[in-house]
């Protein structure tokens, strides 16, 4: 298994408080990713990041953001958390080969108030 | 822009048989990946198999194939002698080229897939 650890595993907040989601890696990897998975619309990015300090943006970044200080860690923050950001969250990394798949992390399933 | 779509949102396999889960997919791309992952009632998400847009031959990973339609846009996963183990949660992923992103997948909606006895 890929060294990923995702921290909470689960979480249940209020509408309106600030979140942070932790995703550590062990395998040096450059890149990281953040994906949420809803029913009916599988697993969409959210952010993702090429190196310490780069991060860009996915097709649903609105009501996020990440940091990257160290290669091994890739944080999430819901700055103010709404209903509609509960869901569950993977941390992801791999993809610098033409054939090479992201390794997940286990999840944190997020629940908002 | 790229999309995914798997149009089964659930399929039923007898114990032992295949069962083939649909996948067509849509970007203007000419170099892309396609790659399938299984997600068990635990939640994981496993890598099963990768097929190349280039690549000549349909892919095989043990009791996994891929059965590429390039003209079709389609990438259908085949289970062969299916088991209970194998009810999960399946996804199919694209990947798009450098210029459009090359290490971003994006996903399908899923298929869920029960293996009955």
């Known amino acids: 298994d890929a060294g990923i650890t995702q921290s909470p595993r689960h979480k249940v907040t209020e509408t309106g408080t600030p979140v942070t989601l932790r995703c550590h890696q062990t395998e040096n990897h450059r890149y990281m990713y953040w994906y949420r998975q809803d029913p009916g619309h599988g697993l969409r990015l959210i952010h993702y990041?090429?190196?310490?300090?780069?991060?860009d943006k996915g097709e649903v970044s609105d009501g996020y953001s990440v940091s990257r200080s160290k290669t091994e860690d890739f944080l999430l923050t819901l700055e103010s958390a709404t209903s509609s950001q509960t869901s569950v969250y993977f941390c992801?990394?791999?993809?610098?080969?033409?054939?090479?798949?992201?390794?997940f992390g286990n999840g944190t399933r997020l629940t908002v108030t | 822009a790229q999309k995914i779509t798997q149009t089964q949102p659930g399929m039923f396999v007898q114990e032992k048989e295949a069962v083939t889960l649909d996948c067509t997919y849509d970007t203007s791309d000419p170099s892309y990946g396609l790659f399938w992952y299984k997600q068990p009632s635990s939640g994981e998400m496993i890598f099963l198999i990768y097929q190349g847009s280039y690549d000549q031959q349909n892919a095989t990973e043990g009791r996994y194939s891929l059965n590429f339609q390039k003209a079709r846009k389609s990438a259908n996963l085949v289970i062969s002698a299916s088991q209970l183990g194998d009810s999960a949660m399946y996804f199919c992923a694209m990947r798009g080229s450098f210029s459009g992103g090359y290490n971003k997948l994006i996903f399908g909606a899923g298929t869920r897939l029960a293996v009955h006895p």
């Open positions: 990041s090429y190196g310490v300090k780069d991060t």
């Open positions: 992801a990394i791999g993809g610098t080969g033409a054939n090479s798949p992201l390794h």
